[in-house]
Nanobody, 119 residues
């Protein structure tokens, strides 16, 4: 089963930017949809954005217009460009594959990468 390793998180001031990377342990050419999730302390994990193999993207309402998801199948990597970051974006960010029909994430989660937005 493919494993994902997230990286690129850090501490950033409000209004700043970060680019997260999600590296897969094997080819993602046959993985139809890959998604970014986030989980803030005391909150449930929420879907941030997802992208299909054909480049169709979907964003959560709270990040529309600020975040951009992309994928490079040649590098087996999915990216999340985050601009105009807000304190409420503070969370651990994870990536995962989504099942084609149910859009449910797999049961296997990586360590995630911490994003902290604070002045």
């Amino acid at each position: 089963q493919v494993q994902f390793v997230e990286s690129g998180g850090g501490l950033v001031q409000p209004g700043g930017s970060l680019r997260l990377s999600c590296a897969a342990s094997e080819s993602i050419n046959r993985i139809y949809t890959v998604a970014w999730y986030r989980q803030a302390p005391g909150k449930q994990r929420e879907l941030v954005a997802d992208i299909t193999n054909g480049g169709i993207v979907n964003y959560g309402d709270s990040v529309k217009g600020r975040f951009t998801i992309s994928r490079d199948n040649n590098k087996n990597t999915v990216y999340l460009q985050m601009n105009d970051l807000k304190p409420e974006d503070t969370a651990v960010y994870y990536c995962n594959r989504l099942a084609p029909l149910t859009r449910r994430p797999s049961a296997s989660w990586g360590q995630g990468t911490q994003v902290t937005v604070s002045s």
